[in-house]
């Protein structure tokens, strides 16, 4: 692939925000995107549509922990993203080379149905940039001719109005493929290359691994404890980790149940990995989630992705995990709530 490469994003919000602005740093990229909410703010910006990116840089090891310091280094870090196409729907546009999907994993079967005519099996990889585990699934069910790359991010961003950006902390990136045995291991390879070179050219922090799912489970034991607690309480991560003497023991039991569970799927987490999470949240400030945003916001939490199936692996299997299903329990009835009032 040597000219120009179709990219289409799929969930223009913060993080997909954040990765077309690092894609189209390359000149290769044509980029489409699909935007829904911020549709009309995105192609309100003048004759050419895009996004404003207040990107903040990291240059010591992508998981520090500072807020952007002022109001002046923040402009000075304004970005805008350069888009092809906009359009509302994958229906609206034609197959790609890749799509990158940054949505929200929530009713994932169904959102990966619409996204069929973006999708040719000979041509297209399919990039998923989201929390979770299982989250390939669905998307090889329905394209099982098609590469994937899988995706951790550790950058933290939010989209603070329709159209407007802020990378608020950290940057870094695990990509690999999620191997697909009925194709070619040198066309996967490819396929993999060419996407990691944008990245390259986008001037992003990221590794790739040959073990993503080790990768996803990591960060998993992370979501599932810093996700549900911020969102439950609705407070920072220090906030509740100050908040009684049982909230480190908790956080930590809460850990182990699904170092357990990812062991049981034959992904060998070790216990030192809670020492390991521990010790990154403790660098940091207080911080919340994306899954506490979207609760603050009324929006569906990603559930599934990142309790529901650790929780349903754990009863397949018949691995206790009794914190992980309380939370799972109430974050669903909150989770209700939430999409009852949409
Ligand atoms: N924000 C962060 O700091 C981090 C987020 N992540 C993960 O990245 C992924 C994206 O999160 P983030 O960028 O924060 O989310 P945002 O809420 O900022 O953006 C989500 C985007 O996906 C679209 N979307 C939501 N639901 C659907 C759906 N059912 N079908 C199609 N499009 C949908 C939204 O469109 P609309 O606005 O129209 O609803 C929006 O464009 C998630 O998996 C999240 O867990 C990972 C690390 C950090
Ligand atoms: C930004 C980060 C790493 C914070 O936990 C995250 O993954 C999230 O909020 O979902």
Redesign the pocket.
């Known amino acids: 692939m040597s000219g120009q490469i179709d990219v289409l994003l799929?969930?223009?919000?913060?993080?997909?925000s954040f990765y077309a602005f690092i894609l189209t740093r390359s000149d290769r990229v044509r980029l489409t995107v699909v935007?829904?909410?911020?549709y009309e703010a995105v192609r309100a910006n003048v004759s050419t549509p895009r996004i404003h990116i207040y990107r903040r840089r990291w240059p010591i090891d992508g998981h520090g922990s500072r807020e952007l310091r002022s109001t002046a280094r923040t402009m000075a870090n304004r970005h805008f993203i350069r888009i092809e196409a906009l359009v509302k729907s994958p229906a609206d546009a034609s197959p790609m080379d890749y799509v990158v999907c940054?949505?929200?994993?929530?009713?994932q079967d169904?959102?990966v149905a619409?996204l069929a005519p973006v999708v040719d099996s000979s041509r297209t990889t399919i990039v998923i940039?989201?929390?979770?585990v299982g989250n390939e699934e669905p998307f090889r069910a329905k394209f099982p001719r098609c590469s994937i790359l899988t995706c951790v991010?550790?950058?933290?961003?939010?989209?603070t109005s329709p159209g407007i950006v802020k990378h608020?902390k950290s940057e870094d990136m695990q990509i690999g493929l999620f191997p697909n045995a009925s194709l070619d291991k040198a066309v996967e390879q490819q396929r993999l290359d060419t996407f990691t070179v944008l990245l390259h050219n986008g001037r992003t922090r990221f590794q790739i691994l040959d073990d993503m799912q080790q990768q996803r489970w990591e960060k998993v034991v992370w979501?599932v404890a810093w996700n549900s607690l911020t969102t439950l309480t609705m407070v920072d991560t220090q906030t509740w980790l100050h908040s009684s003497d049982d909230a480190t023991p908790f956080t930590r039991q809460l850990m182990q149940e699904v170092i357990h569970i990812a062991r049981g799927c034959g992904v060998p987490l070790g216990d030192d990995l809670i020492d390991q999470l521990m010790e990154k949240i403790n660098a940091m400030p207080g911080i919340g989630s994306?899954?506490q945003?979207?609760c603050k916001n009324g929006?569906?939490l990603?559930i599934d992705?990142i309790l529901g199936f650790p929780v349903t692996k754990s009863r397949e299997l018949g691995i206790p995990a009794p914190f992980l299903e309380t939370l799972y329990v109430i974050l669903r009835a909150v989770d209700g709530r939430l999409r009852a009032a949409l």
């Open positions: 799929y969930g223009l919000g913060a993080i997909g935007a829904r909410s911020n940054a949505h929200k994993a929530i009713d169904q959102v619409q940039i989201q929390n979770g991010t550790w950058v933290g961003a939010t989209q608020t979501n994306s899954m945003t979207d929006r569906p990603e992705v």
